[in-house]
């Protein structure tokens, strides 16, 4: 599938922003959704992802109780809602796709998005 990321932008810290991951193509197919972040100077990192059907969820400890993830596969759209934003969660963020792998181990995801930028000011 094709992935295109979009809601980034700049935010004071404490703010909110909605990210949304618009596939296209193959989304007959079933696949995993999850959003990964990387800083300037760090690896990317998989902050969120969700399962086909929603039942199960992952988030890394520093963004758990902040970040929502979710998915609306009638509208083949993907979400990262992002609350309590923190200077730390400054990164381009991507939203990637897993064909039926592990949705916790970041070589499964195959498919990617470019990135959108979410800066946030303290």
């Known amino acids: 599938v094709q992935l295109q990321a979009s809601g980034g932008g700049l935010v004071q810290a404490g703010g909110s922003l909605r990210l949304s991951c618009v596939a296209s193509?193959?989304?007959?197919?079933?696949?995993?959704l999850g959003w990964f972040r990387q800083a300037p100077g760090k690896e990317r990192e998989l902050v969120a992802a969700?399962?086909?059907?929603?039942?199960?969820?992952y988030y890394t400890d520093s963004v758990k109780g902040r970040f929502t993830i979710s998915r609306d596969n009638a509208k083949n759209t993907g979400y990262l809602q992002m609350n309590s934003l923190k200077p730390e969660d400054t990164a381009v963020y991507y939203c990637?796709?897993?064909?039926?792998?592990?949705?916790?181990?970041?070589?499964?995801?195959?498919?990617w998005g470019q990135g959108t930028l979410v800066t946030v000011s303290s």
């Open positions: 990637a796709a897993n064909h039926y792998a592990s949705i916790y181990t970041s070589t499964s995801y195959t498919d």
């Open positions: 193509g193959r989304t007959d197919t079933n696949y995993h």
């Open positions: 969700i399962t086909y059907r929603g039942g199960r969820t």
